[in-house]
C-alpha cells in the first residue's frame, strides 16, 4: 500500500462520541486526502492537505475536520459521530509533480460502524 | 460540476472474452483521466493514466480509449482471467485543481471459468 497505515482499521463507536482517524505516510508526498466509500456513492473526498497546515473541504466536509502538523501524517476527526458517519474510510497520498498528472496511493481503509 | 457515470453497475463475462467498461464524464474536458482497481476489502490502486491528447494507451493485456469529443472513455482487458474480477473505478481531476479528484462509483467485473 505504498508505505501508507491507517488506524485503527476498524472501529464501533456510539453516537455522539468523538473519532480519530490517523493515515500515517512514509514517502513524503505533499497531498494527502480523506475520502469516505458507500454503496452506490463511490468514493467521496471528504477533506484534502496539499501541506503541513494547510488543508481544503472535499464534497462531503460536514461533520469532520482534519489537521496535519507533520507531512507524514494526516488526521481526521468526527467532533460528534452520527449513524451516517458509518461507512469505510480511505486515506490517500500524491505526489506533487507541477503540471503533471499525479496518481493517488490509497491505504488499507478503516471501517468505521457508528451506533 | 464535473460529473461521472459508469455504464453497467457489474458485468459478467467468460474468461478469455475481453472485458470493457465505459466511464462517461458530463461537462468540460479533463486533461488527463485515470482508472483504478479495487478488491473486496482493500483501497484502490492506480492502473492507468491517459492524458487528452492520448487516443490511447496500453499496459500488458489493459488497453484505455479516450474520446473527448464522445465524453467517454473505455477500459479493455483482453483475455480476461478470474483473478481480474474486481470492481473498477474512472476517476478525473476537478476543475480547480489538477490533484484533486473525483471517482466514478465503479463497475464489478467478475470473470467466470
Known amino acids: 500500500d505504498a508505505g501508507i497505515t491507517q488506524s485503527p482499521r476498524h472501529k464501533v463507536t456510539e453516537t455522539g462520541t468523538p473519532v480519530t482517524l490517523r493515515c500515517h505516510q512514509t514517502?513524503?508526498?505533499?497531498?494527502m486526502y480523506w475520502y469516505r466509500q458507500d454503496p452506490g456513492h463511490g468514493l467521496r473526498l471528504i477533506h484534502y492537505?496539499?501541506?503541513?497546515?494547510?488543508?481544503d473541504k472535499g464534497e462531503v466536509s460536514d461533520g469532520y475536520s482534519v489537521s496535519r502538523s507533520k507531512t507524514e501524517d494526516f488526521l481526521l476527526t468526527l467532533e460528534s459521530a452520527t449513524s451516517s458517519q458509518t461507512s469505510v474510510y480511505f486515506c490517500?497520498?500524491?505526489?506533487?509533480?507541477?503540471?503533471?498528472?499525479?496518481?493517488?496511493?490509497f491505504g488499507p481503509g478503516t471501517r468505521l460502524t457508528v451506533t | 460540476s464535473q460529473k461521472i457515470e459508469q455504464n453497467s453497475e457489474a458485468l459478467n463475462i467468460q474468461e478469455g472474452k475481453t472485458a470493457t467498461l465505459t466511464c462517461n464524464y458530463t461537462?468540460?474536458?479533463?486533461?488527463?483521466l485515470q482508472w483504478y482497481r479495487q478488491d473486496p476489502g482493500r483501497g484502490p490502486v492506480f492502473l492507468l493514466l491517459?492524458?487528452?491528447?492520448?487516443k490511447e494507451k496500453r499496459k500488458e493485456r489493459l488497453k484505455v480509449t479516450f474520446d473527448t469529443t464522445l465524453k467517454q472513455s473505455l477500459f479493455h482487458i483482453t483475455a480476461s482471467q478470474p483473478a481480474d474480477s474486481a470492481t473498477y473505478l474512472c476517476?478525473?481531476?476537478?476543475?480547480?485543481?489538477?490533484?484533486?479528484?473525483?471517482f466514478g462509483s465503479g463497475t464489478r467485473l467478475s470473470i467466470r471459468p
Open positions: 490517500a497520498i500524491s505526489e506533487d509533480r507541477a503540471f503533471q498528472a499525479d496518481e493517488q496511493y
Open positions: 514517502e513524503n508526498h505533499r497531498y
Open positions: 492537505s496539499y501541506g503541513v497546515k494547510d488543508t
Open positions: 461537462n468540460y474536458s479533463p486533461a488527463y
Open positions: 491517459i492524458r487528452e491528447n492520448e
Open positions: 476517476a478525473l481531476p476537478t476543475s480547480s485543481s489538477a490533484s484533486k479528484i473525483i
